[in-house]
């Protein structure tokens, strides 16, 4: 019974729910392009509409060269402008960037590029392979993670990925195409 019952839904639901995402979609698409808050500033009413073109350049390995050309073109765009919100997040941040803190970290940032040298200068003494284009990732890394978390994570030492570093230059390198 249950069968039969679902062998005529079944054709009816899968009407309804193609019906039900392609309003959304264009819902979506109107919103977009004549509701949405950011809808005054300049640029391709296309690229307003729907996030297509950003996930191709995207995929191409190429948005932030269109996205460049894109804003020399209309020479206005949101990211151009401090609005009231992004103004109180720069001034949280600035005090970290003074020439004071800097000093204060100045140790921290040059420890990374010295231990990345030694660990290079080490491995090559041992004359076996060595893939230099994993090592300054390793630096880049570690620094991130002793400046952000106050603890590095450890690739240097252990001249291997940590899990969480793999998995960021997994994603990363899956949002470009070459």
């Not at 297509?52 to 390995?61: A, E, I, L, P």
């Not at 060595?130 to 880049?140: D, K």
């Not at 899990?163 to 230059?169: D, E, L, M, S």
């Amino acid at each position: 019974m249950q069968d039969e019952v679902l062998r005529y839904l079944r054709p009816a639901l899968k009407g309804k729910c193609s019906t039900s995402i392609t309003l959304f979609a264009r819902r979506y698409r109107v919103y977009n392009v004549l509701l949405h808050p950011v809808r005054k500033f300049l640029g391709p009413k296309l690229r307003a509409a729907t996030r297509v073109s950003w996930c191709y350049h995207q995929y191409r390995g190429r948005l932030q060269s269109r996205l460049l050309q894109l804003h020399i073109q209309t020479s206005s765009s949101p990211t151009g402008r401090l609005t009231s919100g992004s103004a109180a997040s720069f001034r949280l941040l600035a005090h970290a960037f003074s020439k004071s803190a800097l000093r204060k970290q100045e140790p921290i940032l040059q420890l990374y590029p010295t231990k990345l040298l030694d660990r290079l200068s080490h491995e090559c003494h041992d004359g076996g392979l060595l893939n230099i284009a994993t090592w300054p990732t390793f630096a880049s890394f570690d620094l991130i993670g002793h400046v952000s978390f106050g603890e590095n994570f450890g690739c240097l030492d252990a001249d291997n990925y940590a899990p969480f570093v793999r998995a960021i230059t997994a994603i990363a390198s899956g949002l470009t195409f070459t």
